[in-house]
């Protein structure tokens, strides 16, 4: 429970953040995942990406990413690979529940309270004159796209430029948050980018007013998909499919509508009836009013 929007942000934030305990577990089958990769493929090297990696992950509901840089002949359409990881897994898994989720392969141990993706991906050089790499790897459908995860962390860490180390994390948290609680189907990579490079212009950081803006500037676009904010790859999208954009943008739709009742109620004093309208933005998981 909290009495004031300040400390109601500051628990519900540290509820988000995935424990130690949860990062162990899914991160105990590493080896044994990658010799089995190594074996069938050989491997350059498999390293970890995603929300775990950048301190982005919400407890309950974030994967472990690894991507798999692979020595073998990169096939021309990108279903070959994510196919034959899957099976090349599933020898040595028997029992686990492994299926394709674009653009990795899903382990779900422990049924499904260990989720660990694999990202099969191939190395096409190097970003700029950096150690940061560039892969190809699956994408919507058959095709490949470019990746740079080691970039793409970079510039989420160097994002809080003019704010309180730690706001860029919080905001992707409190978004991806979102996200994961009312189900929605967007790209958690898609938040994170959009959540970077809203902050990185920011000169102060308020949790319920930039969630606030943060949303309404993804509803204002539209959705849209948006260009690689370091330059080094493509667009990035927000959806898999036309169907699944349609019910997003119905969502954010929601959640905008909700954390503008939320901010307005606050500014005028009413501080219950705006952490009423926190709570149903976010599932009924925001702390309560004290």
Known sequence: MARTAEEAFRLFNTWLIPSDSERDKAASHRQTIYDKLDARYGLYRMFQSGSFKHGTGISGHSDVDYFASLKSVRPEHSYSILNSVRDTLQERFPSTYIHVSRPAVVLEFGQGYERVEIIPAYAVGSVGDTDNMKFKIPGVLEEWLESTPEAHLAYVNSSDINVPSGSTKNLTRLVKAWKCY????????????????????????????????????????????????????????????????????????????????????????YISLAFDEWDKLFNGKFPAYS
Not at 236 to 242: G, H, K, L, R, V
Not at 259 to 265: G, M, P, T, V
Request: positive net charge.
């Open 182 to 269: 009312r189900d929605v189907p967007i790209s958690s990579f898609y938040l994170e980018m959009r959540a970077a490079a809203y902050m990185r212009v920011q000169k102060s950081y308020i949790p319920w007013l930039d969630l606030y803006y943060l949303l309404k500037s993804l509803s204002d676009s539209g959705l849209v998909a948006m260009n690689d904010p370091t330059g080094n790859t493509g667009r990035i999208y927000p959806c898999s499919s036309d169907a699944k954009h349609a019910d997003a943008v119905s969502r954010l739709s929601t959640a905008l509508t909700r954390a503008e009742h939320a901010k307005d109620y606050l500014a005028g004093g």
